[in-house]
């Protein structure tokens, strides 16, 4: 197991094999799925008092339009929320925050990591309310 923020990871091949891991193994392996499709992504790292990590997709604006989702932008791309710590098939849908997340979201308490960036931090987004 290695450690990192805070937590120990199983791996994403256990997590795949098992459908069972940690936020932090489910996010990577959804992550490096969605990628090769095409569609932007970045993880996204909900800091205290939540540890805890999710996934930014990118979504063509009008999705942003068509509804409420927790949402940011980064220039003139939009990335909605992915939670990937739900068991089958209970995922909540793209751009859904919990209850449990809504409050770290709205005070911008998290880190945006762009994947394609080798995972630098990326200042300056706005995220929605």
């Known amino acids: 197991k290695?450690?990192?923020?805070?937590?120990?990871?199983?791996?994403?091949?256990?997590?795949d094999?098992?459908?069972?891991?940690?936020?932090?193994?489910?996010?990577?392996?959804?992550a490096s799925l969605i990628?090769?499709?095409?569609?932007?992504?970045?993880?996204?790292?909900?800091?205290?008092?939540?540890?805890?990590?999710?996934?930014g997709v990118e979504v063509h604006p009008s999705f942003i339009d068509t509804a409420k989702h927790a949402y940011y932008s980064y220039g003139d791309r939009f990335f909605v929320y992915a939670e990937t710590a739900a068991d089958p098939p209970h995922y909540p849908a793209l751009g859904s925050l919990s209850a449990k997340w809504r409050s770290i979201w709205r005070e911008g308490d998290f880190w945006v990591y762009d994947v394609r960036l080798s995972a630098m931090l990326i200042p300056d987004i706005v995220h929605s309310p």
Do not use: E, F, K
Not at 17 to 30: E, K
């Open 2 to 15: 290695v450690v990192h923020w805070g937590v120990a990871r199983n791996g994403t091949t256990l997590t």
């Open 35 to 55: 990628r090769p499709l095409g569609a932007g992504v970045h993880l996204i790292y909900l800091r205290n008092p939540a540890n805890h990590m999710a996934v």
């Open 17 to 30: 094999v098992t459908q069972r891991g940690i936020c932090g193994d489910s996010s990577i392996l959804y």
